[in-house]
């Protein structure tokens, strides 16, 4: 079939693109943003690259790195009602062709965490949820972006041993309680994550408590650096995406 755009249908150059009038509707986030955990900024400070959450640290109720497992996050786009549909028809309508073409815009946003010898982890779903829905949609975005960077890819690291509710309507002490305990290392890749640099892929961000809960995981055994690549990020209000 000819090249259509995701969203809209409308020919486009290559598979997996997407319109000139899509792209130029979508938020993007790129510099000037916080260099740990990626919340974009309005504008520069001089002399500072940190965010607010990120200079708190445990005490600040959005912190989403450091203390809390992770060392840097990077998100392709701003989370809204277009972007929205992006991640929904990958994750529930079966559009498993659209993972090349979203798979090219998380890698643009994390090129500075898609280093050399990084191990590429999907976040893992409970047994039951992939067999009702026949597919992992990070796991998806994981093989993807491996192969597009040539780098190692694991998806099965780490395993959902807890079936959670959904988190939606959750506050976010709700989804952190939620998640806890939830994930561990599985058992024959122990030795794969000592020393290793992770690097988790995930579809969307809202407040980040599941990847701090597989990022505490991994950090406990053994790994020395994991970072998070994400499609689409919650923006808290007030703030704007370049």
């Known amino acids: 079939m000819p090249p259509q755009c995701l969203l809209t249908g409308e020919p ?3 598979h997996g693109d997407l319109s000139a009038n899509v792209w130029q509707q979508l938020h993007f986030i790129a510099a000037p943003m916080c260099s740990a955990c990626g919340l974009p ?5 001089a002399g500072q690259d940190l965010c607010a959450a990120c200079i708190a640290g445990e005490e600040h109720p959005g912190a989403i790195v450091f203390d809390k497992g992770l060392d840097h996050v990077r998100c392709a786009l701003r989370y809204d009602d277009l972007s ?3 991640a929904l028809r990958l994750k529930y309508a079966d559009r498993l062709d659209m993972a090349g073409g979203l798979s090219r815009l998380i890698v643009q946003a994390g090129r500075d965490v898609l280093t050399d010898g990084a191990l590429v982890v999907p976040v893992p779903l409970h047994r ?12 998806v975005l994981a093989s993807a972006i491996s192969k597009a960077c040539g780098l190692d890819l694991c998806l099965d690291l780490l395993h959902r041993q807890r079936a959670t509710p959904r988190q939606q309507g959750l506050s976010a002490k709700g989804r952190e309680r939620n998640v806890r305990g939830a994930f561990r290392v599985t058992p024959r890749h122990r030795d794969l994550v000592k020393g290793a640099h992770v690097v988790l892929i995930d579809d969307v961000l809202t407040t980040g408590s599941t990847l701090k809960a597989c990022a505490r995981v991994l950090k406990r055994a053994g790994a020395e650096r994991v970072d998070a690549l994400v ?4 923006v808290p209000e007030g703030i704007g995406a370049i």
Do not use: D, F, K, M
Request: hydrophobic share 45%; net charge positive; proline share 0%.
């Open 12 to 14: 486009v150059g290559n």
């Open 41 to 45: 900024w309005e504008a520069q400070v």
């Open 84 to 86: 929205a549909q992006l």
């Open 128 to 139: 039951t949820r992939l067999i009702s829905r026949r597919y992992n949609q990070a796991g």
């Open 231 to 234: 499609l689409a990020r919650v």
